[in-house]
């Protein structure tokens, strides 16, 4: 149905009575200015809907009174939140961190000489002790210790300084710097 002068003329002759509708419903006059307007904007768009002949102001009212619900229903759901602090809550943190860290020591691990990082394993991972890793390496246990000192320093500063050359000092991390949970240091 099209739009005509007289449906038209009807429907602003109602917007009194939606004034003092819609101000029972919220009490608050920008509101209800919102609300009127939206409510003469629905019927217009979807005049089609209205049967000539019916109440044109029952059918209005309908119109701003599931209006006012539809909104009060979203509103209700809504925080105000101007600082942003409501949303730094819902932040979702990852859930397994410890796979990323993982990730790093795998990386840096890669990135170490083929006998420290076989030292670092041997003795750090498979809890081998130094004499067991040095048979395993067919060499002595002290050099076992000096591969395992030295990767794990490496290792320790490559993790701390995520790949970047050493501090202003020059000095490594020292080994005794936990790598990563679950890999035991032996001292």
């Given at each position: 149905?099209?739009?005509?002068?007289?449906?038209?003329?009807?429907?602003?002759?109602?917007?009194?009575?939606?004034?003092?509708?819609?101000?029972?419903?919220?009490?608050?006059?920008?509101?209800?200015?919102?609300?009127?307007?939206?409510?003469?904007?629905?019927?217009?768009?979807?005049?089609?809907?209205f049967q000539v002949g019916t109440n044109m102001q029952a059918?209005?009212?309908?119109?701003?009174?599931?209006?006012?619900?539809?909104?009060?229903?979203?509103?209700?759901?809504?925080?105000?939140?101007?600082?942003?602090?409501?949303?730094?809550?819902?932040?979702?943190?990852?859930?397994?961190?410890?796979r990323v860290e993982f990730g790093e020591l795998c990386g840096a691990l890669e990135k170490?000489?083929?006998?420290?990082?076989?030292?670092?394993?041997?003795?750090?991972?498979?809890?081998?002790?130094?004499?067991?890793?040095?048979?395993?390496?067919?060499?002595?246990?002290?050099?076992?210790?000096?591969?395992?000192?030295?990767?794990?320093?490496?290792?320790?500063?490559?993790?701390?300084?995520?790949?970047?050359?050493?501090?202003?000092?020059?000095?490594?991390?020292?080994?005794?710097?936990?790598?990563?949970?679950?890999?035991?240091?032996?001292?």
């Amino acid at each position: 149905m099209r739009m005509d002068s007289a449906l038209q003329n009807q429907a602003l002759d109602t917007v009194p009575s939606l004034r003092a509708f819609a101000m029972s419903l919220c009490g608050d006059a920008d509101r209800v200015n919102d609300l009127v307007q939206e409510t003469l904007l629905r019927a217009f768009s979807h005049i089609e809907s209205f049967q000539v002949g019916t109440n044109m102001q029952a059918w209005l009212f309908t119109i701003l009174r599931n209006n006012f619900r539809e909104e009060y229903r979203k509103r209700r759901r809504e925080v105000e939140d101007a600082d942003g602090r409501y949303a730094e809550m819902l932040i979702s943190r990852p859930e397994q961190p410890s796979r990323v860290e993982f990730g790093e020591l795998c990386g840096a691990l890669e990135k170490l000489p083929a006998k420290q990082r076989r030292a670092v394993i041997l003795v750090g991972a498979l809890d081998f002790s130094y004499d067991e890793a040095a048979a395993a390496c067919s060499c002595a246990a002290g050099t076992i210790k000096s591969r395992v000192h030295r990767g794990r320093a490496r290792l320790a500063n490559r993790l701390a300084n995520d790949g970047a050359p050493k501090g202003a000092t020059g000095h490594p991390v020292t080994a005794g710097t936990a790598l990563a949970p679950g890999l035991r240091i032996q001292r």
